[in-house]
């Protein structure tokens, strides 16, 4: 007889699993988080004095940055058909967590340009395929009698994504430039091995909600449910445009990074390490969001899910805008301050909030009941296809001599004006293309 509970217990108490489950996010974060953060500067600059082999070009790194990010939000399709029809969220997590060891094992062990392909596919695979799966098992540990602690409880886990992924991009990097990358690349795998021992440890603690199976899937392609999810597709079309130019602070960001003057108060902070801005950023402006900017901005505007994602739009124009301007600079001889990209992290962090969180929203409210995970990785999907865009672009904009089609400004430039077309599209069509429930107030 399994020894798996299989139903929320009858109890007014937090859930057991839930400490196991908050565990697992912060390893699991700062293994990826702390990897990914060093990978540009990692194949521009360390994979010679490693292997031998040639670095690869800016633009060649940029390009498998996007590759490899976009990889890894295509796959939470896969995990989330796999968990709602086969395995059930537990058995796919801990599978595909296995999978996410032995990428970070390669990484340690052999960070030649091979390695970086297997270890990062292996990576791809495990940290897309769990990403739909742990926050709906967070969800699936609540019963009728203790549902008033989920809010609590996945205020803790948002902590935990983001506490993780600060701490990792502020000390890897710096493993990386005092130490070696077998260590900055072996931590983030040692936290990953933790994450998936502090999740195996809470097995007996769980709920395990029983997949769905293939017949009930069916029930998904009805013509009411195609529409709810093509509607939804339509908005994330837009929204990978935002992607497309979000994702660039882990790599064209730290580029120009490099290029900048990092002294702030006396302390010479590494280009990977403003990646850690983020995470801390998002833990401070969304209470402030939510308490003070939204209730303010409601006074003014019908502050629902179109005009949010449009707000966050227009901010990310402003973010690149400024962007631009700084290399700009470069360009022409200045040397430029990091605080100018931090102030661009400030405005881009404020559209994410806008942006993201909303379509996390939408995703939840708009998804059809019994597939709200598969709904969610649909949303994920925004974010692979918002970065194979730059992926191509930046594959293409080096020619075979070895030219750039376009460089310093005019790279941020063409992204900056390609946001603000997207942003007046959007804005323009929005009332014809989307129904009217998502002109809710949200």
């Not at 059930?88 to 390669?106: A, D, E, N, P, R």
């Not at 882990?250 to 902070?269: C, P, T, Y």
């Amino acid at each position: 007889m399994s020894k798996f509970l299989h139903k929320p217990l009858n109890t007014k108490s937090l859930p057991k699993g839930i400490p196991y489950i908050i565990l697992n996010e912060a390893a699991e974060r700062f293994s990826f988080y702390g990897m990914k953060g060093i990978l540009v500067i990692y194949m521009t600059k360390y994979l010679f004095l490693e292997t031998g082999e040639a670095n690869l070009s800016e633009e060649n790194a940029k390009a498998y940055f996007h590759l490899f990010t976009s990889a890894v939000y295509f796959f939470p399709i896969i995990g989330a058909l796999i968990s709602d029809i086969f395995l059930g969220k537990y058995k796919t997590i801990i599978l595909l967590s296995l999978v996410y060891c032995l990428g970070h094992l390669t990484l340690a062990i052999d960070p030649s340009k091979f390695g970086l392909s297997v270890g990062l596919t292996l990576i791809a695979i495990g940290s897309g395929g769990i990403k739909p799966c742990v926050s709906a098992h967070l969800g699936d540990q609540f019963g009728k009698n203790n549902i008033s602690f989920i809010s609590k409880a996945f205020s803790w886990f948002y902590i935990s994504i983001n506490l993780g992924a600060f701490t990792s991009t502020l000390l890897i990097p710096y493993l990386l430039e005092h130490y070696s990358p077998g260590i900055a690349f072996g931590l983030p795998g040692i936290f990953m091995f933790l994450a998936t021992f502090f999740f195996w440890l809470g097995r007996y603690k769980f709920i395990h909600i029983k997949p769905i199976g293939h017949k009930s899937f069916i029930e998904l392609f009805n013509k009411k449910n195609i529409k709810n999810i093509f509607q939804l597709l339509i908005i994330f079309i837009f929204v990978s445009f935002f992607w497309c130019l979000f994702d660039q602070t882990g790599s064209s960001w730290i580029l120009q990074a490099e290029k900048m003057d990092r002294n702030i108060f006396g302390i010479e902070i590494l280009s990977s390490q403003i990646f850690s801005l983020n995470p801390i950023m998002i833990l401070i402006f969304t209470p402030l969001f939510y308490k003070y900017l939204y209730p303010i901005l409601n006074n003014h505007i019908n502050l629902n899910y179109i005009n949010k994602i449009s707000i966050g739009f227009f901010l990310t124009f402003i973010s690149f805008l400024i962007i631009t301007i700084i290399q700009f600079w470069i360009d022409i001889g200045i040397k430029v301050n990091i605080g100018w990209q931090i102030l661009a992290y400030a405005i881009l962090t404020s559209g994410e909030i806008f942006v993201s969180i909303t379509c996390l929203e939408i995703s939840y409210t708009q998804a059809p009941k019994k597939f709200k995970s598969i709904t969610v990785s649909v949303f994920l999907l925004s974010i692979a296809i918002g970065n194979i865009y730059t992926s191509l672009i930046n594959f293409y904009n080096e020619k075979s001599d070895g030219s750039i089609i376009l460089s310093g400004a005019s790279y941020f430039l063409f992204f900056t004006i390609l946001m603000l077309i997207v942003t007046i599209i959007f804005m323009f069509f929005s009332k014809k293309l989307f129904k009217e429930r998502l002109y809710i107030q949200s």
